[in-house]
């Protein structure tokens, strides 16, 4: 069986969460009784529980641990086969367990001083017993002996989240200091059995699992009882065997621990080669060293964008190459921007002379300095305030709410690229006439004003006609274009490239709930093509973000493929 794994060890490794799978496959081969072979001469495990009862009843005779409720064990069966040297007991059985102590908060003290002892709490049960950060509570409040931890000691968290409830670290072969444990600790101490063979068996998947199942669930916190805790079954090996086994989990845990810092160092240089080719491209001197660069690289593509991290970056980069005019040639006889401005600044002021939007203060001049790169020449940068306006919609109460009619467009309904109608509300369809400014057409493009960005990327999504109907709610932004001189789908490119993003990130209020101030985003800077460019652009877009898509397909479909190569391989190995 350790055969089996090793030489599969790239495949396994390999798959979504290979090596935490790995380890889970490990510990439980190992408390299944196929990660190392038996041995006929072994002391059988039914001999081992008989001397375990005697030294408990020993034990408690000499006062050193409390006789425990008597575990009943008549049905003592688990649900796979065990080798025949093996029994079954519950766990109440093999260890003694003891429950943390109580004292009030106020009580509590990070320095040690005469009369305090150290005591764990939940947090110091990580991986391993995390030592550095000690709370100290006075002696007196320890009443038995057996409340002091000792070498090999189990330490189980009984009260904690329910993710985290049952997770154990064991005590190592040393104590630098006395220390006791707080009242959401419990302490399981092995009798007569290899203490690390309990670790193994309390950290598979299926103990995790029970362990979380029997919890008694308040509002926030899980409850591991001792009345759930001791009856939990398990299959023991012989003594001898116990030893081998950990010998061998040791072994194939430290060759998890290679494989994943061998992950770690080619993921790293990994992301530093992508990083430094997807650079190359931003450097490019314009629309033909674009062109020279970007065929070297698709040369490499399969090889190169093998990971999720991988594609989002190279999405980005092409978005940054569209917005900075290098995506595409110039066409010399395109229309400059700097005359659609002309014409937007002309239909500015014939809309204020009709009263139909309100005359704005001068947008404040731009600098060289603010600037962030070189645009081609017939490009031009100006404000967002420039070219458009920046609006957000309306709230409605509950009770105007219909079964049909207009979409109410919410902030729930804005997701990453497109419209999403998980969530739908209504409005009277009449409520399009009584509020025309709010009822949106196809073409529009959103925003979330409130928590904007998730994972880096812009909440932002163009109308289209299957949305329609629809009425703007509150907190969702509108940009409103002065005329047709911007293309909708090239500003919504520009909304989730690093130029706008980037300003976003500075210009964000609110630390639990981000949000946007529509006043400072008008003042961010555009770079704007001529118009017969911005569709050019757009188009190329499409294609190379249609060839990233198909990337993220194989990428998928690989990475089922070899989840379902390594789950058959953890069927086998543990039939």
């Known amino acids: 069986m350790t055969a089996l794994l090793t030489e599969n060890l790239p495949l396994l490794a390999g798959a979504p969460n290979g090596i935490k799978k790995l380890r889970e496959l490990i510990l439980e081969l190992a408390v299944r009784g196929k990660l190392v072979p038996q041995d006929p001469s072994d002391e059988p495990a039914s001999e081992l529980l008989k001397r375990i009862v005697e030294e408990k009843a020993r034990l408690v005779a000499e006062g050193k641990i409390k006789k425990g409720k008597t575990v009943d064990d008549a049905v003592a069966e688990i649900s796979y086969p065990i080798p025949s040297t093996w029994d079954v007991a519950s766990l109440g059985q093999v260890v003694e367990i003891v429950r943390g102590i109580t004292f009030p908060a106020n009580e509590k003290s990070r320095e040690p001083e005469h009369g305090r002892v150290a005591c764990l709490r939940t947090a110091n049960v990580q991986n391993e017993i995390e030592w550095d950060d000690l709370l100290y509570i006075r002696e007196s409040f320890i009443s038995r002996p057996d409340q002091y931890v000792q070498p090999y000691d189990i330490v189980m968290s009984m009260a904690n989240s329910r993710e985290l409830v049952g997770k154990v670290a064991m005590i190592g072969s040393t104590l630098d200091q006395p220390t006791t444990f707080g009242g959401f600790l419990g302490v399981l101490r092995p009798v007569l059995i290899e203490p690390r ?308 990130n500075e210009s964000l209020q609110g630390s639990d709930q981000p949000f946007i101030n529509q006043s400072q985003v008008v003042e961010f800077l555009f770079s704007w093509p001529p118009l017969a460019e911005q569709h050019r652009i757009v188009n190329k877009v499409d294609q190379l973000m249609a060839l990233c898509d198909q990337l993220e397909i194989r990428l998928s479909q690989a990475r089922e493929l070899n989840e379902q190569l390594a789950s058959t391989l953890v069927e086998q190995a543990v039939a």
């Open 197 to 504: 063979f309990v670790m193994a068996l309390l950290r598979t998947p299926h103990a995790r699992s029970a362990l979380i199942d029997s919890a008694s669930q308040t509002t926030n916190i899980a409850n591991v009882s001792l009345a759930k805790l001791r009856p939990l079954l398990f299959a023991i090996p012989p003594l001898a065997e116990q030893y081998r086994i950990v010998a061998k989990v040791d072994e194939l845990m430290a060759l998890c621990d290679r494989l994943e810092a061998q992950q770690a160092d080619a993921e790293s240089a990994h992301t530093q080669l992508v990083q430094a080719l997807l650079d190359s491209l931003t450097q490019a001197c314009d629309a033909d060293d674009f062109a020279t660069n970007w065929q070297r690289l698709a040369e490499h593509f399969h090889a190169l964008f093998t990971t999720e991290p991988s594609i989002v970056a190279l999405k980005q980069t092409l978005l940054q190459l569209a917005v900075m005019g290098k995506l595409v040639p110039q066409d010399p006889s395109d229309e400059p921007a700097s005359e659609l401005l002309k014409r937007i600044v002309e239909e500015k002021a014939r809309l204020v002379a009709e009263g139909k939007i309100k005359r704005q203060k001068a947008q404040a001049e731009i600098v060289e300095e603010e600037k962030p790169f070189v645009l081609p020449e017939k490009w031009t940068w100006v404000r967002l305030g420039e070219i458009l306006s920046l609006t957000s919609g309306k709230g409605f109460k509950a009770q105007e709410y219909s079964l049909s009619g207009a979409r109410l467009f919410q902030i729930a309904n804005v997701s990453l690229g497109h419209t999403k109608w998980q969530i739908e509300n209504f409005l009277p369809e009449n409520y399009l006439n009584d509020y025309p400014e709010l009822a949106l057409k196809e073409g529009d493009v959103l925003i979330a004003l409130n928590r904007p960005l998730l994972n880096g990327r812009m909440k932002v999504c163009i109308i289209s006609e299957k949305d329609l109907p629809a009425i703007l709610y509150q907190r969702v932004g509108r940009f409103n274009f002065y005329d047709s001189s911007v293309e909708a789908k090239f500003f919504y490119y520009y909304l989730q490239s690093h130029l706008f993003i980037g300003k976003l």
